[in-house]
Nanobody
Framework: QVQLVEPGGGSVQAGGSLRLSCAASGYTYSGYYMGWFRQAPGKEREGVAA????????YYADSVKGRFTISIDIAKNTLYLQMNGAKPEDTAMYYCAAGHPVSTMGRPLGAGLYKYWGQGTQVTVSS
């Protein structure tokens, strides 16, 4: 079975930095995207960043471009999201996702084609 585990996110002041990680087990990286999504209460789930297994193709929501960086360490079976210049509007529950086939025409930042999801981790950015 595929399992995605996200350690606790945490709290940070505006302008600060935070790194999220997602440890994957039983997952085949080849041919699939992995991504980060977030959801605040009362709002729709938003695609934040996505990456192909090669690491050469990355995608970011306009709201985080230039501030967040997605990366993957296949040897460690771990996906990362480096959050720099955090803003209060970044406050949300963040989810790691995997299993979106690269071969499809679906958008990497769209949640619909991802098969596996982490349990979520809370990120709070204070002003």
């Amino acid at each position: 079975q595929v399992q995605l585990v996200e350690p606790g996110g945490g709290s940070v002041q505006a302008g600060g930095s935070l790194r999220l990680s997602c440890a994957a087990s039983g997952y085949t990286y080849s041919g699939y995207y992995m991504g980060w999504f977030r959801q605040a209460p009362g709002k729709e789930r938003e695609g934040v960043a996505a990456i192909a297994a090669s690491g050469r193709s990355t995608y970011y929501a306009d709201s985080v471009k230039g501030r967040f960086t997605i990366s993957i360490d296949i040897a460690k079976n771990t996906l990362y999201l480096q959050m720099n210049g955090a803003k209060p509007e970044d406050t949300a529950m963040y989810y790691c996702a995997a299993g979106h086939p690269v071969s499809t025409m679906g958008r990497p930042l769209g949640a619909g084609l991802y098969k596996y999801w982490g349990q979520g981790t809370q990120v709070t950015v204070s002003s």
